[in-house]
């Protein structure tokens, strides 16, 4: 998740702003493991088109 110097500054902020902040890198980690799993799809797609063109 964060690194152990940023998490304490976060830590020195209100709890509403550390809610703010760690909701936001929930949601950007999130949105990372998603893009991942669209290139993995995509790429896995790419694949198989590839190996019927090979095929033919």
Do not use: C, P, W, Y
Not at 13 to 42: A, C, H, T
């Amino acid at each position: 998740m964060l690194q152990k110097d940023i998490m304490e500054k976060i830590q020195r902020l209100s709890n509403d702003d550390q809610r703010i902040i760690l909701d936001l890198v929930r949601m950007i980690e999130q949105g990372s493991k998603n893009n991942q799993k669209m290139r993995d799809i995509i790429q896995n797609e790419i694949e198989q088109l590839v190996m019927k063109e090979r095929q033919q």
